[in-house]
């Protein structure tokens, strides 16, 4: 073989293999962005969820010093990831007994009799990328509904 006919066949392989590492590295930055956009999503569902918990205790520790005052609680804060708010409501107090086991209403040892009321608390929580948090941007919610039990 002479060298003129390996001079091509060189360069066939040179680019193929480069066509082969472009490719490799077009797929690499791909994942990365893919990757990057999971964990942020995952951290906005994170601080939806943490704000959800948030609102739950402030209506527990509102509760605590304005056993009459039922309104919604609202909070804004920044975090890391941008914006995130809570809404905790509360509907009136019902009967407890569709909750509580009917054996756990009755007297203690004592004879003291007990009144209770039940709470059912909904707490929801938002993490939005900016101030604003347009319902467009996609923002991450959690919803959390815990019960309250009050004894008198």
């Known amino acids: 073989m002479n060298a003129q006919s390996q001079r091509g066949v060189v360069l066939l392989v040179s680019l193929v293999l480069l066509l082969l590492l472009t490719t490799i590295a077009i ?3 791909n994942q990365a962005s893919l990757q990057q956009r999971m964990a942020a999503n995952n ?3 994170n601080s939806a969820f943490q704000a ?3 609102g739950l205790q402030a ?3 509102q509760f605590k010093i304005a056993p009459n005052a039922f ?3 609202s909070i ?3 975090t890391g990831a941008g914006q995130a708010k809570y809404d905790a409501t509360a509907s009136a107090a019902n009967n407890c007994a569709g909750v509580i086991p009917a054996f756990s209403l009755n007297a203690d040892e004592s004879g003291t009799s007990f009144k209770y009321a039940c709470y059912e608390i909904q ?3 938002q993490s939005c990328p900016d101030a604003a948090c347009n319902a467009a941007d996609n923002p991450a919610t959690a919803t959390h509904i815990q019960g309250y039990l009050v004894r008198y």
């Open 71 to 73: 309104t919604a609680t």
């Open 123 to 125: 707490s929801t929580g």
């Open 76 to 78: 804004n804060w920044s």
């Open 43 to 45: 951290q906005q569902q």
């Open 59 to 61: 209506w527990a520790d």
């Open 27 to 29: 797929i690499a930055s």
């Open 52 to 54: 959800a918990e948030s």
